[in-house]
C-alpha cells in the first residue's frame, strides 16, 4: 500500500532563505508526482507536476527533483518571501491511478 | 479559462439532515474527483470519474454517501444523513486523461 510522508510538518525561516521541503513515498512504481500550495481555507494550487520518467521540474523559483528509486522527491524554494507562507502538498499518483497524499509542510516565512 | 466551480462554498447542517455538494469541472477535462479534507490533512480520495463512469469508488462510505455525474460534465456529491464526524472540507478536481489535477476552493462542512 502507497504511504506518503511529508517532513517536516512544519518549519519557519527568515525571508531570503533557501529552503527544501522533502516528500517520501513507500512505492516506486508511480505515474507522476505534484507539488500544491495551499492557502488557509483555500483550495488547492498546482505547482509542479513531474511524470515518472522525467528528473525534475522548475517553475520560476521553485524546483523540483524526483528519485523514483529511493522514493522521494524535494521541493526547493529558493530566496523565499512571505508570500510563500502556506501549506506544501505532495500528492502521488501510484497503481490504478489512485493519488495519494501527504499531510503537507506548513511554511512560515517571516518578515 | 475558469477554474474548478464548487457551491456551496459553506454548509453547516444539523446531524442526519441531508447535504449536496456541486462541482463543475474544467471545459475539456474528462476526469473528475472528489476529496475529503480533514484539518490537518492531506486530502483522501473519495471517488474518481472518468466521463460519467466511476472508476474508483472504493474509499465512498456507499451507506451514506452518492455521487453522480450525469452526462460527464457536473457532479453532486451527496450525504444522507449526516454524521458529526462529516465535518469537513470536500474538494473537487479535475484533469485530463489523468494528469495534472486543478482543485476547486472547497466545501467547508459543519454538522452540528
Known amino acids: 500500500k502507497q504511504e506518503v510522508t511529508q517532513i517536516p510538518a512544519a518549519l519557519s525561516v527568515p525571508e531570503g532563505e533557501n529552503l527544501v521541503l522533502n516528500c517520501s513515498f513507500t512505492?516506486?512504481?508511480?505515474?507522476?508526482l505534484q507539488w500544491f500550495r495551499q492557502d488557509p481555507g483555500k483550495g488547492l494550487t498546482s505547482l509542479l507536476l513531474?511524470?515518472?520518467?522525467?528528473r525534475e521540474q522548475t517553475s520560476g523559483r521553485l524546483n523540483a527533483s524526483l528519485d523514483k528509486s529511493s522514493g522521494r522527491s524535494t521541493l526547493y524554494i529558493a530566496a523565499s518571501q512571505p508570500g510563500d507562507s502556506a501549506t506544501y502538498l505532495c500528492?502521488?499518483?501510484?497503481?490504478?491511478?489512485?493519488?495519494?497524499f501527504g499531510a503537507g509542510t506548513r511554511l512560515f516565512v517571516k518578515a | 479559462e475558469a477554474g474548478v466551480v464548487q457551491s456551496p462554498r459553506y454548509k453547516i447542517i444539523e446531524k442526519k439532515q441531508p447535504v449536496a455538494f456541486w462541482c463543475n469541472p474544467i471545459?475539456?477535462?474528462?476526469?473528475l474527483y472528489w476529496y475529503l479534507q480533514n484539518l490537518g490533512q492531506g486530502p483522501e480520495l473519495l471517488i474518481r470519474?472518468?466521463?460519467?463512469?466511476?472508476?474508483?469508488d472504493s474509499q465512498l462510505p456507499k451507506d451514506r454517501f452518492s455521487a453522480e455525474r450525469l452526462k460527464g460534465v457536473d457532479s453532486t456529491l451527496k450525504i444522507q444523513p449526516a454524521e458529526l464526524g462529516d465535518s469537513a472540507v470536500y474538494l473537487c478536481?479535475?484533469?485530463?486523461?489523468?494528469?495534472?489535477?486543478?482543485f476547486g476552493p472547497g466545501t467547508r462542512l459543519t454538522v452540528l
Open positions: 478536481a479535475s484533469s485530463s486523461r489523468g494528469h495534472e489535477q486543478f
Open positions: 512505492d516506486s512504481a508511480i505515474y507522476n
Open positions: 513531474i511524470q515518472s520518467s522525467q
Open positions: 500528492a502521488v499518483r501510484a497503481g490504478g491511478f489512485k493519488t495519494i
Open positions: 471545459s475539456g477535462h474528462n476526469t
Open positions: 470519474y472518468e466521463n460519467e463512469e466511476a472508476v474508483d
